[in-house]
Every structure is written in C-alpha cells, then in structure tokens.
C-alpha cells in the first residue's frame, strides 16, 4: 500500500516540470507565474507578478494594504528574507485604548489598522533580483481590476459571511456587494479603483509610504479617530533585505523568515522533534503527539515573553532549552492555555517560484482577518488590514503589549529548505493563522523525515493545537484538533496520551500548502486539495 493510500488522498500525484514552476492558491495567479517564466523571467519576476494578481483573485485574503514576508534563495545559494510589516499609530498609546474603554485592540475599523508593508517587503524583492519592470509584471493585475475577474465560489462565501460589515463601507461595499447583492460564482468582480492605484504604485511603490496614496490613506484613518501621524506610515516603507533564521533538521537546513514572524516557532517544535519523528510510523499517534506538545511548548514560550522588539525567542533555540523543553515534554508537563479571550478568525494567502537557476521564492501575504479591517481608503480600492487588532495585546507590559513603533507579532511565516552545501531541496509555506507554525513543521516532517513528495505532504492529514497565542484567540480551551482521515485507532490513542481531541471533517483542518522540491534534474509540486491552488510546471 502507498504510504499515503491509508489517508484518501486526492487521486493525483505531483505535477513536474524542468524548466521552472510555481505554485499558488488561485489558477490564475499560478498562470500569471508560469507565463513569465515561460517567457524568460526568473522565479521573482514571476513571484511579484503571482502576489499582484492574487490581491485581485483572492481579495479577502491579501491587498496592497496587507502585508509580506519573503525568502529568496539566489543562484549563488544565499537565502535572504525580506519582511513586509508596519507600524500601527504613533498616538497608539495603551491608554490610548484604555480611555476609550477597551480591554482589547478593536478587530474592524480603523482602530484595527497597522501601516501596511507589503508593497514595500516586494519593492524589496524586485530591487535584489528582478529582471522586468513592475509595470510590466503588473500589468495582468491591473487589467484584471480593470477588465473584471470571475467570482470565486470561496470569494462569494467570504462575501456572505461578512456582507454586513463590508456594506458599511461605501469602498468595500461598491465592489463586493455591487446593486446591494452578493456576486454569484463567476460573476466578473471589478476593481477599477485598485487597478489606477496599482499603475501608481508599479511607477512608485513608494507612493503609499510618501506620496499621494500615503496622504489619503493617513487623512482617512485619522478622520476615522485613528491616531496616526504619517511618519509611521512612512518608517513602514522601509523594508531591506536581511539573513534568514535557519535550522538544522534531518542533516538538511531550513531557512525561516525572522521576527516579528514566527519562523523561530518553526526552528524550536523542528529542534524538539529532531532525531525522534523518523524512526516512528508516519503520523501515529506518538509522532503526532510529539510534535503537538512541541507546538503547544512554542506557543507558551511565545506568550510569555516573545515581542516582535525582543530576542527572548532567541534563548528558546540553544541547546539547554531545547533539551529542558524536551524533558518537559517527556515529563508530560505540558503549559495551559494563556488568558483573555476574543472571537477567532482570519485569512491569508501564499505562493512559491522556482527557476531554472535554482532560484527559489517563498512569499506569504495577508490582511490577517478575511479582508482585514473591512474598510478602503476612499477612490483607491485599498482595503486595510487589521494586524494590529489582530496581533498586538492589550496586556500591561507584555512585550508584544501595543506601542508605537511596534510592529504586532505576526503568523505569516515562510521557508525554503536546502542541503548542507546550500543546493535547494524544497520551498513551501501555508495560510492558516496560527495553524501555520505547526503545519509548516508538519510539512517539512513529512519531507525530510519520511521522504514523501509534495502531493503526500499537502494532503496528509492535519492536526493543529488551539488555542496558539495569536490576540484573536487567547483564552480558549485547550483543545487537539485532528482531520478525521487520521482514523480511530490514532485519535483513541491521542485520547489516551491525555488530548482533549476534537475531531474535524475530512479536510476540514484548513490551510492552503504549496510546496515545490528538487527531485534530480527535475521539479515536483503541489497546490493543497483543501484550497483551489495549482501547481504549473514550464
């Protein structure tokens, strides 16, 4: 029996390709990718290209008023990761919010709203490696907002599920609830609004930072009792590139996009699973519950003392830690929940390139919860996120407490693995909130512990601890959540090892993986089943 037959994986392997490929979680976004590198552009050419035309295809989970973080590894094998993630307001004092009598940061609105940082995470990204010009890879966006792209039945459930908040809007409300009504599934959805301000911004990226989009997007936000000055909006163009954190696991090295993502989340349930994975049967119940205590261990150790402006997550990597967590584990002596509940939801989107140079791109955006705050900034079509609703706390003293010129902690992460002498073997990531820490770990277990291609790895089965200690979700119940296709026996057994396990559908974990992987002189790829991605070889 095929190692994954047990799990019902959809009847189709990995697609392959030699010349390059890319992956992503729209169809079309995966061709606007294929088709520059069919005409001779490199895997950051197509990335930026694939991230532009995603903020038209999948408009609830990323946008220009988003954010990015990004891992590239050039030809010559360095790996750099380019971080896309802004500031909230200069005035965002916790007072601020406590005299407004808030126990928590609002989660819509435009108290909810940190600067944006994607345009200038691929700002960035074009500046290191790019060979075409941002008019050039954006054009298929801006024809997309112009011309109208087909509704998508995830994107009309997105619609009705929010419909109250974003008929407030005028912005939101003209293009996602067009005549008053919900679009049906391939009704054209136009954004003509976003498509001028993506020419702007494909002349000027910096325009949103310091320019004319800029001054909208702080004139409306302060209207609306935001208390920005500008000058954080501009310190939040800045984006550079900087070394990736990286990971030995399995002989290989996994690189990992830095604070204030949790990347290093990633390096620690990979530090505490070492040496232990490979020698069980894939996904038995002693495998899945070593890598959920590892993950329920990271998200203590990141409520208890981890801020996107301190190194405390670096102490959690050294060797006497890991070997203390380790035994922690073993002991049983598993951390609990931390306080404070608010409601849980959120969205994202992710993307991979490889070319024929070995160049890989591994890029994630988001507006954090499906589309962000819910509010534009008026004749732009920008839609704003609400990172800072969503991820800083409103916990006297807590590092990740909010406070100005404070980026909130993040849950986008990325990563790229490659072999002791720097040649690539593997580029993934996945959405999923807090979920995407622990399938990351997941999907790089499946790969380098047990040899499983990228078909295997993103079907597999899912299993996610909850709560993680993203703001949106503290104060939950402890629970194991497990794909039903883990089967009885397992999920008897988890019960067993003390997990309070609730069982979801089949496919019913979340997430969207893409992962793309060196296999000899070729490539092999796949897009998640539980999403609409596609994998496309050239």
């Given at each position: 029996m095929p190692a994954d037959a047990e799990f019902g994986r959809p009847g189709r392997g990995p697609a392959a390709g030699s010349g390059g490929m890319v992956a992503a979680g729209h169809p079309a976004v995966a061709l606007a990718g294929a088709r520059v590198l069919a005409g001779g552009g490199n895997a950051?050419?197509?990335?930026?290209?694939?991230?532009?035309?995603?903020?038209?295809?999948?408009?609830?989970?990323?946008?220009?008023?988003?954010?990015?973080?990004?891992l590239l590894r050039r030809?010559?094998?360095?790996?750099?990761?380019?971080?896309?993630?802004?500031?909230?307001?200069?005035?965002?004092?916790?007072?601020?919010?406590?005299?407004?009598?808030?126990?928590?940061?609002?989660?819509?609105?435009?108290?909810?709203?940190?600067?944006?940082?994607?345009?200038?995470?691929?700002?960035?990204?074009?500046?290191?490696?790019?060979?075409?010009?941002?008019?050039?890879?954006?054009?298929?966006?801006?024809?997309?907002?112009?011309?109208?792209?087909?509704?998508?039945?995830?994107?009309?459930?997105?619609?009705?599920e929010r419909r109250d908040a974003l008929a407030r809007d005028p912005g939101t409300a003209e293009?996602?609830?067009?005549?008053?009504?919900?679009?049906?599934?391939?009704?054209?959805?136009f954004q003509r609004a976003l498509g001028a301000s993506l020419r702007r911004l494909a002349d000027d990226p910096a325009d949103l930072y310091a320019g004319g989009l800029a001054e909208r997007s702080v004139d409306a936000l302060v209207g609306a009792g935001a208390p920005f000055s500008g000058y954080e909006w501009m310190a939040s163009g800045r984006a550079v590139s900087e070394p990736a954190l990286t990971r030995t696991y399995r002989g290989a090295v996994v690189h990992l996009t830095p604070p204030p993502t949790p990347g290093w989340m990633v390096a620690q349930q990979?530090?505490?699973?070492?040496?232990?994975?490979?020698?069980?049967?894939?996904?038995?119940a002693e495998a899945v519950h070593r890598m959920a205590s590892a993950a329920r261990v990271?998200?203590?150790?990141?409520?208890?003392g981890c801020g996107a402006d301190s190194d405390h997550w670096r102490g959690l990597l050294v060797p006497s830690a890991l070997s203390a967590a380790r035994a922690r584990i073993e002991a049983g002596d598993l951390p609990a929940a931390a306080p404070s509940p608010v409601p849980a939801g959120g969205d994202t989107t992710s993307m991979a390139a490889v070319d024929a140079e070995g160049r890989a791109v591994s890029l994630i955006h988001s507006l954090a919860f499906t589309f962000g705050a819910r509010i534009t900034v008026p004749g732009t079509g920008i839609v704003l996120n609400n990172r800072l609703g969503r991820g800083a706390y409103l916990i006297d003293g807590h590092p990740n407490e909010v406070r100005p010129r404070r980026r909130p902690l993040h849950t986008l992460n990325a990563w790229l693995v490659t072999d002791a002498a720097g040649r690539l073997l593997h580029a993934g990531n996945t959405p999923g909130g807090d979920g995407q820490v622990q399938w990351n770990?997941?999907?790089?277990?499946?790969?380098?512990?047990?040899?499983?291609?990228?078909?295997?790895?993103?079907?597999?089965?899912?299993?996610?601890?909850?709560?993680?200690?993203?703001?949106?979700?503290?104060?939950?119940?402890?629970?194991?959540?497990?794909?039903?296709?883990?089967?009885?026996?397992?999920?008897?057994?988890?019960?067993?090892?003390?997990?309070?396990?609730?069982?979801?559908?089949?496919?019913?974990?979340?997430?969207?993986?893409?992962?793309i992987s060196v296999a000899g002189g070729a490539l092999l790829g796949a897009s998640d089943p539980r999403q609409d991605g596609v994998t496309l070889g050239v």
């Open positions: 950051v050419d197509a990335a930026l290209a694939m991230a532009a035309l995603s903020w038209l295809a999948l408009p609830g989970q990323c946008g220009v008023g988003g954010d990015a973080f990004v030809p010559d094998g360095s790996v750099a990761a380019f971080g896309g993630s802004g500031f909230g307001p200069d005035g965002g004092e916790p007072a601020f919010y406590r005299d407004r009598g808030l126990s928590a940061l609002p989660l819509e609105g435009a108290l909810a709203v940190a600067a944006p940082g994607a345009v200038a995470a691929l700002a960035a990204l074009h500046a290191d490696s790019a060979t075409r010009g941002l008019p050039e890879l954006w054009a298929p966006a801006i024809a997309a907002a112009e011309d109208g792209l087909p509704c998508t039945a995830k994107t009309r459930a997105d619609i009705v293009v996602f609830l067009p005549g008053r009504r919900v679009p049906g599934v391939g009704e054209p959805i990979a530090g505490l699973c070492d040496g232990d994975l490979s020698g069980l049967p894939w996904l038995a990271a998200f203590a150790d990141r409520f208890a770990t997941q999907l790089i277990s499946h790969l380098l512990d047990h040899g499983h291609d990228p078909a295997a790895a993103v079907a597999a089965p899912r299993f996610t601890v909850h709560p993680g200690s993203d703001a949106d979700v503290l104060g939950h119940a402890p629970e194991l959540r497990v794909e039903s296709r883990l089967g009885g026996a397992r999920i008897d057994a988890l019960r067993a090892l003390g997990h309070d396990v609730t069982v979801q559908g089949p496919w019913g974990a979340g997430g969207g993986a893409q992962i």
